[in-house]
């Protein structure tokens, strides 16, 4: 027995320089036959202090299950190896890793346990610092209203929270892990992203931060701020990407009102200005018109007053006096009729009004008056009457007529027809002149307006023809608008209402 003893106490003595502790204990006792350096250097306990005494007691072991059980296992297997808790000398705790193994006698019977216990308290508490770390983590991770997600090297979604989950409205839960991060992008960003992704891959960067759409799962488009993250291994390979995408669907609502508020106070600003340039050259043209029939008017009463004249040059003068006062006439009216149709202030003496004879009449002064013009007339026999004040309407196809004149200055066809449409009736008026550009054609209709070009720069007009045609044919419930190409030529059309039975005076 004691040379047993011996044996086992060679054996352990040639672990004498090991770090881990090395006991060796009798096995019914408990007893401590042998205890080496690597024991004291971790239980604080020298040999002296630890051989003889039992084991258990002298480290207030821990079990982590009962110590029978330990002790059938040990006595079916030969062997346990599990963990322990001791308490060293200096009172504190350790955790040891214990690998025990059974030595038996010679008759088979449990003899002694060698004990191998290594210190792996300081790995045990960085590994709980580590999960303490990693729960930490989970729990931002979990909670954080920022969506966040893991993507692989080839943009597969490994996971995502739920705030991520919740902003792409991804249902059913998850339903997203395991597909591609471009499924999710709107198409329009989806080359700036890559390019992105592309350069953290290559090393070019190690962050990225692109503002982008994502296509829900409501098959809405939501705006999320993108920052992208490379997360390495210690040798410096990426192993996924970190992305965290904040919802700034508001904020880019709020900038697209305020652009759109931003241009809509320009466009707003420079109709502004074309009102108040118009407005000043309109008072330009007017004052110069005036002047001019003034210039006029004062040269011939000069010339009367101061020259010995006969009969004939006093006729001539007188009728060139009375051309001037009439345009100043005619001048001061469409300013005032403007004035008091558009304050609501002019009332329409109506009556049946065949406007093929009115359209007759005012062809009839073109004919005289231009020469270089030819009258093509194409009228309707049919033409049912309107109920319509027939000045008013002379009006409109008077200024009509003349701007097909004016605007034609090289002459060529004046084409007037009227149609009946149901119960419209329709009169248009076709030059083969000067046309205008695509862009001028509703503001013509608009005070003041004159189409500025070379060609016009030289014909004489207020801006405000059109202006009151528009206004007498609305004040009829009727509709003027304008076809025409720049150097082609216009046809300005007319709608008016048939009279109906209904239309008594
Ligand atoms: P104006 O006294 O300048 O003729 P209007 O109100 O009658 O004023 O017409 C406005 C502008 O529309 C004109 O200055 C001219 O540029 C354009 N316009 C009108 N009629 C024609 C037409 N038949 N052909 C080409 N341009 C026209």
Known sequence: MREQTALLRQQAELLEGARDAIILRDFESGLIEYWNQGATKIYGYDQAEAEGRIVHDLLKTKFPKPLKQILDELAD???WEGELMHVRKDGSLIVVESRNVLLRDDDGRPRALLM??????????????????????????????????????????????????????????????????????????????????????SGLRDRFQLENRYLTGAGQVAWGNLTVSSVRDTEGRTLYYVAMVEDIRERKHAEQELTAALRAAKVANEQLE????????????????????????LGFSELMREEELGVAEMKEFASDIEKDAQRLKRMINELLDLERMESGQMTLRLDHVDVNGLLRQEAAKIVGSSPAHRLEMDLDPDLPAVLCDGDKITQVLSNLLSNAVKYSPEGGAIEIH????????????????LGMPAEALRRVFQRYARIESSATRYIKGTGLGLAIVSQIVGMHGGRVWVESELGRGSVFHVELRASGPEDSL
């Open 77 to 79: 297997t030969g062997s």
């Open 116 to 201: 191998i216990n290594r210190d792996v308290t300081r790995r045990r508490r960085a590994e709980e610092r580590l999960r303490e770390n990693e729960q930490r983590y989970r729990v931002i991770y979990d909670r954080s209203p920022i969506g966040i997600c893991r993507v692989a090297l080839d943009g597969t979604l490994l996971d995502m929270n739920e705030a991520l989950e919740a902003f792409l409205e991804i249902v059913p839960r998850g339903a997203i892990i395991g597909r591609n991060l471009s499924e999710i992008t709107h198409p329009d960003d989806l080359a700036a992203k890559t390019a992105l992704y592309g350069e953290l891959e």
């Open 274 to 297: 074309r009102v108040n340039k118009e407005k000043s050259m309109f008072v330009a043209i007017v004052s110069h018109e005036f002047r001019t029939a003034l210039t006029g008017i």
């Open 418 to 433: 009227s149609h009946a449409d149901g119960n419209l009736v329709h009169a248009t008026v076709r030059d083969h002149g």
